[in-house]
Structures are given as structure tokens and as C-alpha cells.
């Protein structure tokens, strides 16, 4: 079952290709990593499967649909930036997306926020920027959904906040129920979470491959293979 | 409900804002009201226009901060990942600007017959309700105006400030010039009749019902507009 | 359980196959004994911290060679055929000295020299008391 297919998308900003002529599918209950440099696309890509934004051509199908209200039942997206009301409390913020989602599961939110160590009374403009990032994770991965799109999960976070992250990605992790996309330049720390791994270099794909398999023919770690295409 | 919980967490968001401006007009209006106890004839008239444009231009940058403060904040990749759409997000926005215009009018209302009751001995009861039907419908529209033409503006990627005032001043022109087109058909409506006591004198007046429901039909359209922009030009 | 010697696993390496091996070393160490139930597969991916169906497709491939089998509810279990066992150890040993082997080449010294440094070594580290037979 195809999770999601693309079809030679373009995204134009103006005159700046930030992805162009993407083609490719996931399987359901894969967790692929898309890993490249910053202004490769990876967060446009994000986007337009998150429904924030819309394609300039080419096609994007999400079980079979386009991305719109529907779609994003089923998605849970979590963005690179702090996009997050400052003024509400974090258990306020985890009430309120509760209320727009079916798939919401309340033992889910209880126990990441429990095992992310999460103030749920604290503001959110008063949060650390790893709590803040562990918010956003226990705010994505609090659903039963299909698809969970995270956008630079690890970035800018400390060391023992990043490990919870992995950890709880992880434990969450739900098999063949749920397919996973995570796009980081934090190569390293994610690798072994990565069944599929995609290289984006200024849009275009420049690799795609199965993680064990990569690492069987190139004999190297997927953070060697990035080195080399990157560097 | 969906709706009702955005429309929840738009007034929890706008709580302070609200009760300041609030609070700010009412004790301007009393301070003026004690400064000047006696007023000349027409000068409560006055008084009560001020009082009304300065809560029309609070109404209206109300409705320019709900849309920029989702921009500043980068809420609107919250905001837009929850699975509604336009109609349902537009239609939270507006019942939160109707809720304000509410509360507005109210105090509004409630000012203006205090302010003229200095001027006018007698109060008809059948004033009161024009003047808050009138008073409210133009609040309504202002704050959803202002939403509007602030969506508009950002659903453009280059100069945003200079076309979102230029569809600004050509917009509003537009809807003056068809007001005025509209005003035989709008006098076909009925009108309430009020009877003012003016320093002992009594006149009649005539308020005809057009006087607020085109600007609900106005409102209604961007409505509809700003729903659309949001579903089909709405990018983040 | 932190039974799978996992120091570190190599990052360079299929992870599914160092699975595959840290299972079958601990068996052949007898930290597994036969019968004995190995970690879920949830379990297994949150200690190591990798994705779960690479887990899944190592104790796939285990269960295929006979080494390990499924109990219907329960999880998964070693084998309890000694044979398996057996042939186990051999194919663990034949890999080491494979390598072993791989390496001392570099060094090209002969083969009495070589078996006179294990026994040195031996002697020396006070390993006597090992079990090898």
C-alpha cells in the first residue's frame, strides 16, 4: 500500500526552484529519512505534504488523495520553527490540538509528556528551547496517525533532549500503521532509525536507497555517504 | 466542535486587547464627559461621533492583529495543519470579531444615550435598538474588512504594504460608490421610527433598516472572499 | 535484558545482520540458553535505539535459519534443538578465525610462531581457567 506517491513536483518561489521534478513513493509503515543541506527542499517538501503549501506542477497523493482537510487528519505534521502560541501553557496547547483530531490518543500525550518531562504549566514562550522541542514532539506524536511529517526533529536541541527525541520516536512507533518522515542534517544521530534514507541536493533527489542495503554495498554509514556527496 | 474551539482559543488569545481598549474608551469618554459638564448644543453630538470612529478604527486594527500576530508568531503553520478549512477557520475569526463588535456596541450604545441624554431631555426606548443594530453592523464589517484586506496582502509575495493599501483605498471607494448606487433599493426597505426629544422640540426620525443590513451583506461577501483566499491562495 | 553486547554496533555495517549476530553470540555464550525468550522486538529497537522493523527483518532471518521460533502471543523464543545449537558454534567460530586469519596475514608470520603466541597469551592473561577444552 502506497502511503504517499509523487510525481515530478515543482515548487517555484518566484524564480527559485526550491524542488523540482521529485518523483518517488513510500510504502506504509516505512520511517525514511530525507537528509540534506539546508535550502535543499526538505522542509518545501514537507510542507506541501502537510498541506501548507501548493505544488507549482507535478502530482502529490496522500492514500490516493491530495493533500487538503482531509489529509491532514491522517497527517501529523511538526514544523522546524517554534510555531507555537507563546501565550498558552503547554498542556493547554496539547488540549487544544486534542480537540481537532479523532485519532487523538490521550494515554499517548500522557505518557510522552510524562517521559519527555514536559511542564505542562508552563507558558510556552517561558519553555527552554529543548523542552520547547520536546513539545512539539509530544504534540505530533500524541495522534494514532498515518503519516508523521517531522521537520529537523533534533535541530537546535541539546544532547540529552535529542537522545528523549530518538527514544520516543522510537517507542511510539507503531509498525506497519504508520509511515514516518523525517528530514534532518543531523545524519548521524538519526541513521539508525532510517529503513529508506533520500538525498536532496537544491531540490533534486541525488540518492534514494534501503538503509541496511546502502550500507551492505557502499560499505560505509549513511553519514560517511552523506559526507561524500556533501562535502 | 471545531469552529468552537478555535473561536474559544481566539477570545482567550484577545481577552486583554479587548478589555483594554475597552476599558480606555470608557474612561475617556467619562473624563471628557467630567471635564465638560457643560456642553454646548451639539458638541455631545460630537463627542459621541468621536467616540464611535475611535472604536471603528480599534475594530479594525483588531481585525489587522488577528491576522498579522498568526504571521509574527509563525502560528499560521499551526493554525493551517489542523484539518479545516477556510470557510471553517474564516467562520471562527468572524464569530470572534462579532463577539467583540458585541461588546463593543454594548458599551457603544450604552455611552452615546448617556452622552446625549445631555442634549436630548427625552429618550425614546425606540432609539436605543437602531442605533445598536447600525452601530454593530458597522463594527461587524470593519473588523472583517480589515481581516480581509490583511489576508489579501499576504497572499501576495512582493510589495505587500503598497498593494494591500492601494486594494485598500480602491476597495473601500468601490463599496462607497455602491452603497451609493444601492441607496433607491435600500429605501424600498422599512425603516424604524424614532422620535427624539431635542430640548423640548420633538422630531421624527427615519432610520431605515438599510443602514445595516448592506453593511451585513458587505460583510457576508468578504466572508465568503476571505474563506476562498484562505482554501485556494493561502501559502506558508 | 541487557543481554546484547552491543558496545557500540557499527554504523558502516548492515544493522539487521549485527543483530543477527550479537543474538547468535549470546546464544553460543550461553547468555541466551536454549528455550530462553529473547527481548521483543520493541524492546530490542528501544535499548539500541533503532528503527524496529530492522529488528523485525534480523529476528525474521533468525527464526528462517532455525535458530530462533515464534511463540503465538508470547514472543520469540531459542531454539531448543541442540543440533542447531552445535552448528551454530561452528559457523560463529568459522566466521572468527575467517577473520582472524584476514588479519594475522597482514602480519605473515608462520604458523608454529602463531600458535606459540595464543598459548603464550593464554598462559600469560591467566585465560587457563577458560573454558576450552
Known sequence: ?231 | MKILKLYIKELKENYNWMMFSLLAVIAFDIFLLLRIPSMQKGSATVLSLLTFVVLLVLMFVKGYRIIKREWDWNTKEFLLTLPLNGFEIALAMTLELITEAMLYTLVATGLFLLILSRDLSGIKHNFALPLFLVIFSYFVFTGVYAVFIETFSLTLRKWRKTIGFMVFVILTYGLAKLTNLLKPVMEKLPSFKVTIDYMGQITFQHINMGSFILPLIYTVLLYICLSLLIDKKMEV | ?133
Not at chain 1, 517531522?150 to 504508520?178: C, F, H, M, N, T
Not at chain 1, 534514507?197 to 553519514?223: C, N, P, Q
Open chain 1, 1 to 231: 500500500m502506497k502511503a504517499i506517491v509523487i510525481e515530478n513536483l515543482g515548487k517555484r518561489f518566484g524564480t527559485l526552484w526550491a524542488v523540482r521534478d521529485l518523483s518517488f513513493h513510500i510504502d506504509e509503515g516505512k520511517i525514511l529519512g530525507i537528509c540534506g543541506p539546508n535550502g535543499s527542499g526538505k522542509s518545501t517538501l514537507l510542507k506541501i505534504l502537510a498541506g501548507l503549501l501548493r505544488p507549482t506542477r507535478g502530482m502529490v497523493k496522500i492514500y490516493g488523495k491530495n493533500p487538503s482537510k482531509h489529509t491532514k487528519r491522517v497527517v501529523s505534521y511538526m514544523s522546524e520553527i517554534d510555531y507555537l502560541y507563546p501565550w498558552m501553557k503547554a498542556g493547554e496547547i496539547l488540549d487544544f490540538a486534542a480537540s481537532f483530531y479523532e485519532d487523538w490518543d490521550e494515554r499517548k500525550r500522557k505518557d510522552l509528556v510524562n517521559f519527555l518531562k514536559i511542564e505542562e504549566d508552563k507558558k510556552i514562550r517561558e519553555l527552554s528551547r529543548g523542552m520547547r522541542g520536546r513539545l512539539k514532539i509530544a504534540l505530533a506524536l500524541s495522534r494514532r496517525a498515518k503519516i508523521y511529517l517531522l521537520d529537523e526533529p533534533l535541530s537546535g536541541i541539546d544532547l540529552s533532549s535529542r537522545a528523549k527525541i530518538l527514544d520516543a520516536l522510537v517507542r511510539e512507533y507503531r509498525g506497519q500503521e504508520e509511515t514516518m518522515i523525517i528530514s534532518t542534517h543531523l545524519v548521524r544521530e538519526a541513521e539508525p532509525l532510517f529503513e529508506e534514507v533520500i538525498f536532496l541536493k537544491e531540490g533534486e533527489i541525488i540518492l534514494r536507497g534501503d538503509a541496511d542495503e546502502l550500507r551492505e554495498t557502499r560499505g560505509k554509514s549513511i553519514t560517511e555517504i552523506f559526507l561524500e556527496y556533501f562535502i
Open chain 3, 1 to 133: 535484558m541487557t543481554l546484547i553486547q552491543f558496545k557500540k554496533f557499527d554504523e558502516s555495517r548492515p544493522i539487521y545482520l549485527q543483530v543477527i549476530e550479537a543474538i547468535k553470540k549470546a546464544i553460543i555464550r550461553g547468555e541466551l540458553k536454549p528455550g530462553d525468550k529473547i527481548p521483543s522486538v520493541r524492546e530490542l529497537a528501544q535499548e539500541l535505539r533503532i528503527n524496529p522493523n530492522t529488528v523485525q527483518k534480523a529476528y525474521q532471518e533468525l527464526e528462517r535459519e532455525g535458530i530462533t521460533f515464534t511463540r503465538r502471543g508470547q514472543g520469540n523464543f531459542v531454539t531448543e534443538d541442540q543440533d542447531k545449537i552445535t552448528s551454530l558454534k561452528q559457523e560463529i567460530l568459522e566466521k572468527i578465525v575467517r577473520d582472524f586469519i584476514d588479519e594475522l596475514s597482514s602480519v605473515n608470520l608462520n604458523l608454529e610462531d602463531i600458535m606459540e603466541k595464543i598459548k603464550e597469551y593464554m598462559k600469560n592473561e591467566g585465560h587457563s581457567n577458560r573454558k576450552f577444552r
